[in-house]
């Protein structure tokens, strides 16, 4: 009688190791896409917190009157965010931002930020990595009379590598957020990503930026 000895014969071990060579290449193309994917949802989640609590305090105060992450701080300076809870300054950061994130950044750091100290120019960019942008040209000024055409108001910064390669997340005066692609901003894509021009409205490079980009619109 015919006795097949056993263990695996050299074809099948090469199906296999095929097969895990297959997964392993999906799983490398896969992931990134999928983690990408996953914090560009998280990032335009904290900008449409950070719009909305901007919207809602405008209607009471008015628009900050401080360009860069000084607008977005403003919300601390007036303790719209209570900094008692750290998990509530979690929506200043952008979880694509590979410099600044709240765990480099001691929550009692946050009671230093006051109107004055924002007023004085203090230096408080390890606070935030999304930025807002009240632009000096008259036609963007951010002005109740504008609100009902949902004027751009708060976007990742320019400070560091960009927070995603395709482009960024904005957010509105109406308290809405979204992705944009750098093309959809009428704005080049950053030549080197890690250290990019300055994007923010007048700042930008040749004067593209993404206030000027969408306010036409």
Known sequence: M????????????????GIIVTLMGMVTVVVPHVLKKARRVESIARVRSLSQLLSDRSLDAGWPGFDGKGFVLSLVAHRTLDIRNPDNLEVLFSPGDV????????TERYREITIQALRAGTDFHALTSYAGRRNAT?????????????VPIVCDDDDGPVHDPDGLVMGFTDGGARFYEWNELDMLEPEDKDDPQ??????AVDGRGWLQGLASR
């Open 138 to 150: 008259r036609a963007y000024l951010i002005t109740p009379d504008r609100m009902n055409q949902t």
């Open 99 to 106: 410099w600044y994130t709240q765990a480099k950044s001691p």
């Open 198 to 203: 300055p994007f923010l409205a007048d700042d």
């Open 2 to 17: 015919d006795r097949r000895e056993s263990g695996f014969t050299f074809i099948e071990i090469l199906v296999v190791m």
